[in-house]
């Protein structure tokens, strides 16, 4: 299992391989997260993001068969097309790693400590937390095994 | 013996009330953060105004989200900021 946060960028090949090793696992799951057309810069609460994510982690292996898991996400200054986020999940079967990849992004939405500020022609503004992300993490609420 | 407690603010909060942390006095009739956050109110102007809107504040204990009512104690990290927009 790797968590990450670091301002520098990630290769999403390289990780997904190194998660690849063992010849029980039959899948792997991978998200990842742009920049759209703003530049922004990223803020976040050293020690409690680690935390949390590490959290959500654990959620997710008491759910899913996961075998190995890697999560980076960057913070401080980034632009448009550049990559924010990584999830990849290795499991034994494509099942367990969609839902648990997609189970993680979709708490770390509203769980990890992490505040986007964009920079528009109109000025600087913070980026506000949508009513949807929290649906999105609220279908996983009801047991799914 | 640890008398007071760490605060931190974040993102918009911080901006708004011009301080990222802090170490505070815990008040003998502070135990909880919802009480922590009436206290910091009542330095009025830009505290009242940011720590009143209860929809855009989220709340943490030791670096765990955490609810209103949750116990705090001298020597713990409390922590205040706009809900996550991370991912």
């Not at chain 2, 605060?7 to 909060?13: G, M, P, Q, R």
């Not at chain 2, 003998?28 to 206290?39: F, P, Y």
Request: net charge neutral; aromatic share 8%; glycine share 8%.
């Amino acid at each position: 299992m790797k968590i990450a946060v670091q301002a520098g960028d990630f290769d999403a090949g390289s990780e997904i391989r190194k998660i690849s090793k063992n010849s029980k696992i039959g899948a792997v799951a991978s998200f990842v997260g742009l920049v759209r057309d703003v530049e922004m810069t990223l803020e976040h609460y050293p020690g409690m993001t680690e935390r949390a994510i590490g959290k959500i982690v654990e959620e997710a292996k008491a759910r899913w068969q996961v075998m190995d898991c890697t999560v980076i996400h960057r913070y401080g200054a980034l632009k448009p097309n550049d990559q924010i986020v990584l999830v990849a999940v290795a499991s034994g079967h494509r099942g367990d790693a969609f839902a648990a990849c997609e189970f993680i992004m979709d708490y770390l939405k509203t769980q990890a400590p992490f505040w986007k500020k964009e920079q528009t022609l109109e000025g600087v503004r913070w980026v506000e937390a949508k009513d949807s992300d929290d649906e999105a993490a609220g279908r996983w609420t009801v047991p799914r095994r | 013996m640890q008398l007071k407690v760490k605060v931190l603010y974040f993102a918009s909060v911080r901006e708004k009330l011009g301080r990222d942390a802090e170490e505070i006095e815990l008040p003998a009739d502070v135990s909880t953060i919802a009480g922590l956050r009436s206290h910091l109110r009542a330095r009025g102007g830009a505290w009242d105004d940011t720590l009143a809107e209860s929809r855009l504040l989220r709340t943490a204990l030791n670096q765990d989200m955490a609810q209103p009512g949750a116990a705090i104690k001298a020597g713990d990290e409390v922590a205040f900021f706009p809900p996550v927009t991370g991912g």
